[in-house]
Each structure stands twice: as C-alpha cells, then as structure tokens.
C-alpha cells in the first residue's frame, strides 16, 4: 500500500495523548491552525510528531476524504478524495523550529546533533524547556557540547533576567570560541549585565589560551616524532660510524616508496589490505638496509677517514638514487592511504584536538628509539659495534670482523632511515624529494644533541619540534627556522659536542 495511514503508528503515549491526538486534525486546516499545531506538537516534545513535522514540510501529508490524515510513501498515487496538505511561508519557519525540537529526541546522533545546530542558529527563549529537557538525557559528548551551546544562546534570548544570567553561566562554563562569540554579540543588548558577561568572556578565555598551548604542544611534540624518526638513523651512520652520508634523505625516500609497493600488492588481496602499513614496516627497513650496506662494501668502506670526499661521495649517490626513483615511479607525487585507525580527529578532555596519524607517529618514533637502543645495548651486534667504535685494533685483536660490523652498522642505519620513510608517508606526499627537506633538520639534531648519543637525539629532536612550534605563531614558519638555525649555531659556539658528548676513547677520535 503506498500509504502509512496514521492509525497504524499513532499509539496513544500515557503523557499527553490527549492533547497529541486533538492537534493532528489542526494539520489540515486553516495556515494559522496549521502554525499553531505545529508549534503545539513541536512543544509536546513527542517523538511520535516527528514523521508527521517532516511530512508536512516535504509536501507529502494528506487530508483524506474522513478528514484523517496520511503520510504518502513513494509515488503512488493519491487516493480517492485525497489531497496534499499546502503550507505557507508562517507555516514553514513554525515547521523549521518544531523539526529542530522535535529532533533533539530522535535516536539517530546525526538528527539530535543537526537539531541542536539549528536552535543554535536560530536562538529563542521558547526553545529552553525542550533543551533542558534533551541535554538531561543526552550522553554523547559531542551532542551535549552543542546543546550547551544552544541552551545558553537561547536563555541569552530571553527577557527574564533570571535566564540570562543561567544562559551567561552556561556559555562561561564552556571553552568554545562560539560561546566567547554569543557572548560578545549579546553584550550591547544587555548593558546591565556586562560586568557579568565580560567576566563569563574571561574565563572562556583562559580556557582557549590553555587549549592553544595543549595543542601546539602537542603540534611540537609531533614535529619532534618525525625529526626523531629521521635522525635516528642518522646518529647512527654519522654519531656512531664517522660518516657524513648524505643520501640519508633519500634512503627515507626509499622507505616511503616501499610503503607505496606494499600498498599496491595488498590492494588486490581483501584480507591484506588492512594489513598493509603494518607489513611495509620490516619491507621498507629490509629494503633499505641491503642498499645500505651495499652502499658500504662498495663505496664508503675505501673512504673511511676522509670525509670530504664521503660527503661528496654520499651526495652524488642520493642523486643517482632520486633519478632511478624518477624513471621507476615517476615524478609525480604518490598517495598512500591511511589505514581506518589512524584517520579522525581524536578530542582529548578539554576540547584538546589531535590527529590521530600524528598520535600514532609519535608512538611509532618512541617504540623505534626503544628496538635500537635494544639493539645496541642487549645483542651482540650491538656489543661488536660499540667494541669497534672504542677501538677498533684492539677490537679487531679480539677477533671481532670489523669490516662485517661496519656494513652492519651503516645497514642498521639505512633500515632506520627507512622506518622513518614509513611514518612520512602518512603525513606527506611520497616523491623523489621527500627526503630532501629532512636532511638539514636531521643533521642539526644530531649535532644538537651530542654526535653518537641516542639519548641526546631524542631530546634534541623534541626541544627543536617545541621550540619551532612555539616560534611559529609570532615569527612565520621561514622565520622561525631561520632563528631556530642561528641558536644552534650559537649553542654550538659554546657547546662543540652538543648536550651529551661522548666520553672515553670514542670521542677523542
């Protein structure tokens, strides 16, 4: 049948059925009876109102040929004796306000969240019992935000003294700048209570110059994560080995490209595509590794102690292996899709927002900080490596293959270069010149944090993403670079071996 005849939902509720029943015929009358039912109804508050409201603004309530009244579904056609109730323009806006109310207790989050954004929109005194009454039953953080929001807009509204005063306190309580906004619009109109809304503006104030510093924090800390990733290997290959390896960018370009191949195979493969960034972690570090230490055998092993001629060596490699990046992938930039759990914005106490691919890079950074200082503290390689940088004759005396130790190392740094790859490239573009813009800032914070210290590296990282953030908002991204260069270089005056140097044989070397 293409008719829901009202008969067949309409059960009488044991609140207020009476006057719900009384107010359904009024929907096919006159304009005015029609505004009165419907502001009635959206008053009442009744769920059951709901397809009725929405019908009569989508043109789809009929007057049957009894004087009952029908909701059409689909397109069949109209009934015997049956017309389309019409509205007027005083019909809709009653029709906009009973929706807004009449939402607020629908079941569905997105029409509880859309109703409060509309009372927001079109603030009104008539609107705070039905408000009252949906923030008392709401349990969504987000609905309840905005309907905070709207109660206090609405209570702003009203010519009771009383309510105003309820509707200060309620928009002073929240750190929202639209609270802060309703605020400042309502203070002309309402000269007698300015001490008390310039109060209400303060305090929200506090509550946004903390949620600012939560965030930059956070934005610093984040910066610091990526730094982190980028120089590990680097404190490796150059703190640990001697060797100035400018390639390093392009290795963390690597590890972004093997990212990008792992993705595509798994794209075909339901049941990997999940999967894929966690695979192309040991992909990528693997990948990076062996071109590391074929590197190392091949070319910088014959230049140990000259490192001119490394640097110049290290440089010409990273450009050779940005061209066949070029002719193997192209130039044009590659997407790599997040997995489901790292997108979204993640809402902490306070309305403190993070994303959730940068939350997951700074764990990622500090879980890779702990493997490599588990690899060179508790195995043997790492013991061989540390043996060979204290010295290496008498390491070699030991019967320690220094050569293999020093391929190892430098792959060992490679693959970390590549792990870094991975996290970049979910926050970047993956191209042939992804490395390129990390390679100073990785640099600086090795030599920041003492040549050869991990631990300097971690700390070093995160003081350089702080303070950079912290400088962003008064002196400019260029800028804040800019004085961010010049006081490590003035640190470095003072300083020679950054914040830890190493001690013993290693660092007279």
């Known amino acids: 049948m293409g008719f ?13 059925a009476q006057d719900f029943d009384s107010l359904i015929p009024r929907l096919g009358g006159s304009f005015g009876e029609q505004a009165e039912a419907v502001e009635q109804l959206g008053s009442l508050g009744d769920a059951r109102a709901l397809p009725l409201i929405q019908a009569l603004s989508d043109a789809r309530l009929l007057k049957l040929a009894d004087g009952s009244m029908a909701v059409q579904q689909g397109t069949a056609s109209l009934p015997e004796g049956a ?9 809709r806006v009653a029709l906009r306000g009973a929706l807004g109310r009449l939402q607020l207790a629908s079941p569905v989050l997105a029409q509880r969240l859309s109703a409060a954004e509309a009372i927001l929109r079109n603030r009104s005194a008539e609107d705070i019992p039905a408000l009252e009454t949906a923030l008392a039953r709401e349990s969504n953080p987000q609905v309840r935000e905005r309907l905070e929001l709207a109660l206090g807009g609405a209570r702003l509204a009203s010519s009771d003294p009383t309510a105003k005063r309820a509707g200060i306190a309620t928009l002073g309580g929240s750190s929202s700048p639209e609270a802060r906004n309703l605020l400042l619009a309502s203070r002309a109109a309402n000269g007698g209570l300015a001490a008390e809304i310039d109060t209400a503006i303060a305090a929200i104030d506090r509550k946004l110059q903390l949620r600012q510093a939560a965030e930059t924090f956070f934005q610093g800390i984040s910066l610091g994560s990526v730094l982190l990733l980028a120089a590990l290997g ?17 290795f963390v ?37 062996a071109i590391g230490a074929a590197m190392e055998r091949g070319l910088i092993r014959h230049l140990y102690g000259r490192p001119l001629e490394t640097l110049l060596l290290t440089f010409g490699v990273g450009m050779v292996l940005q061209q066949v990046v070029r002719l193997v992938f192209g130039a044009q930039n590659r997407e790599v899709i997040s997995p489901p759990w790292m997108m979204g914005t993640l809402t902490l106490p306070g309305g403190i927002s993070i994303t959730q691919n940068r939350a997951w890079i700074v764990l990622f950074s500090i879980a890779v900080l702990l493997a490599t200082l588990a690899a060179i503290r508790l195995t043997r390689f790492g013991l061989e490596m540390r043996a060979v940088v204290q010295n290496r004759r008498i390491a070699a005396t030991m019967g320690i293959r220094t050569g293999r130790v020093d391929a190892m190392t430098f792959a060992f740094g490679s693959g970390i270069a590549g792990l870094a790859g991975v ?57 804040a670079k800019v004085l961010l260069l010049v006081g490590i270089m003035l640190f470095i005056q003072r300083r020679p071996k950054g914040l830890f140097a190493l001690k013993g044989r290693a660092a007279d070397q």
């Open 4 to 16: 829901f005849l009202l008969g067949l939902f309409l059960l009488l509720g044991p609140a207020r």
């Open 83 to 91: 017309s389309l109730v019409r509205i007027n323009n005083r019909v």
């Open 234 to 250: 680097l404190a490796v290959t150059f703190g640990v080995m001697g060797v100035i390896n400018m390639a390093h960018g392009e």
């Open 253 to 289: 370009m690597i590890g972004a490209y093997a990212t990008v191949v792992v993705q595509e195979f798994c794209r075909n493969i339901p049941a990997l595509q999940p999967w894929s960034l966690p695979l192309a972690i040991p992909v990528a570090f693997l990948v990076t590794a």
């Open 423 to 479: 996290a970049l490239s979910q926050i970047d573009n993956v191209s042939p010149n992804l490395g390129t813009g990390y390679i100073i800032d990785s640099f600086m914070v090795v030599v920041f944090g003492g040549v050869g210290s991990l631990m300097g590296t971690l700390i070093g990282a995160f003081t350089l993403g702080l303070v950079n953030k912290l400088l962003e908002p008064y002196a400019g991204v260029v800028l």
